[in-house]
């Protein structure tokens, strides 16, 4: 008995002093590190703003560090975040010239992301240019990023080009791309790892959404909305969430833009007016062809709905109630006097049919 208290005693002796060293080796730990973990978990809790404050911190305390280029790969997403585009498009070229040979890796993503800056700035040839220069690193991007997402992306621009057969085709590759990204996975997949997938692969971007543009962004968004819509379905507390800001704003900017679309000038004040119903009546209609398409992803009576779905779809039907009210005038807007024709509609959108997601 009093041999098991000596055990028992000599084992809680040990475990004490295993603390002292843990700490010790955490004190000891490269300066360097401490502040890139640092950063990281600014990243991760999305303080943009403060991650940039570490990230120049650490540029000028460790120009040496081998984790600089991370670093600044780092800052150029906070940037992107935030919306300072001229700058995140400047910081991803510098980094994919500077780390090109030693770490293609973080050149190769750099690239990648620098098509979404793009996106941004209005500038959809370099995105096309870019995307198709990032899937040359196709051993340095994720798997996903190269059979999956460089393909939807390509789609949803092609779709606002109104090149009806590019888009169909990259949309199909994107579909076989995430089947095969899905089914050859050596590890689990978690809600988190696919909201962020499919999130990627369906994001699209209103920044330059103007009055010439919005039938360019409807098909766009038309392309690879069902993307977005699936990253709902994985109830994640970032990708979720981002997937539904994005798909509320996208819509709701477009609706404004709708909505707002001015008068043309050089014209009666009745002809202007009846020029002006007449573009968001033509405009209306793709609008609601988009919110048709997106309840095809609404889950049936059988399955069991999260916050994230529910909230768009409620958002959905608020929105067509909205939309038919303009649809709806179109029956009552007689046409003015002394004109015999309908005004002359919008170029007729091309329909990009997706093909059957396998897993929806």
């Not at 081998?66 to 300072?84: C, D, I, M, N, T």
């Not at 010439?212 to 994640?236: H, W």
């Not at 004109?339 to 093909?355: F, M």
Request: proline fraction near 6%; charged fraction near 25%.
């Amino acid at each position: 008995m009093r041999g098991l208290g000596i055990l028992v005693f000599a084992a809680m002796v040990s475990a004490c002093s295993l603390i002292p060293k843990r700490s010790q080796e955490a004190t000891q730990q490269a300066p360097d590190t401490l502040d890139f973990q640092r950063l990281e978990q600014q990243m991760k809790s999305q303080n943009y703003e403060a991650a940039l404050g570490t990230a120049k911190n650490f540029k000028a305390a460790y120009p040496y560090s081998l984790k600089l280029q991370k670093v600044r790969f780092y800052e150029a997403s906070a940037l992107e975040e935030l919306g300072r585009w001229s700058e995140a498009a400047e910081t991803y070229k510098a980094i994919s010239t500077i780390s090109e040979r030693n770490q293609p890796e973080i050149a190769a993503m750099s690239i990648y992301r620098l098509s979404f800056v793009y996106e941004a700035l209005g500038d959809d040839q370099r995105v096309i240019t870019t995307l198709f220069e990032a899937a040359k690193y196709h051993k340095e991007l994720p798997i996903e990023v190269i059979q999956a997402e460089i393909p939807s992306r390509l789609a949803m621009v092609y779709a606002k080009e109104n090149n009806a057969k590019e888009a169909t085709k990259w949309l199909s590759e994107a579909d076989k791309g995430l089947k095969r990204t899905l089914e050859n996975s050596t590890e689990p997949l978690s809600n988190a790892y696919l909201a962020e997938l499919y999130y990627n692969m369906g994001s699209i971007s209103t920044e330059q959404l103007s009055n010439d543009n919005i039938l360019t962004i409807i098909q766009g968004q038309a392309a690879v909305q069902k993307y977005l819509i699936r990253a709902l379905q994985y109830n994640d507390p970032i990708w979720s969430v981002k997937a539904l800001k994005k798909l509320k704003s996208t819509y709701l900017d477009l609706w404004k833009a709708i909505e707002t679309y001015p008068e043309p000038s050089g014209y009666e004040p009745l002809v202007a007016q009846k020029m002006r119903k007449d573009s968001q009546i033509q405009l209306a209609g793709p609008y609601a062809d988009l919110m048709r398409d997106a309840e095809l992803y609404r889950p049936g009576p059988e399955q069991k709905s999260n916050q994230y779905q529910t909230d768009f779809f409620n958002f959905i039907e608020e929105l067509q109630t909205r939309v038919r009210t303009v649809l709806d005038s179109a029956v009552l807007t007689p046409l003015m006097p002394g004109r015999d024709k309908a005004p002359q509609k919008h170029k007729t959108p091309v329909k990009i049919v997706p093909s059957e997601d396998p897993n929806l």
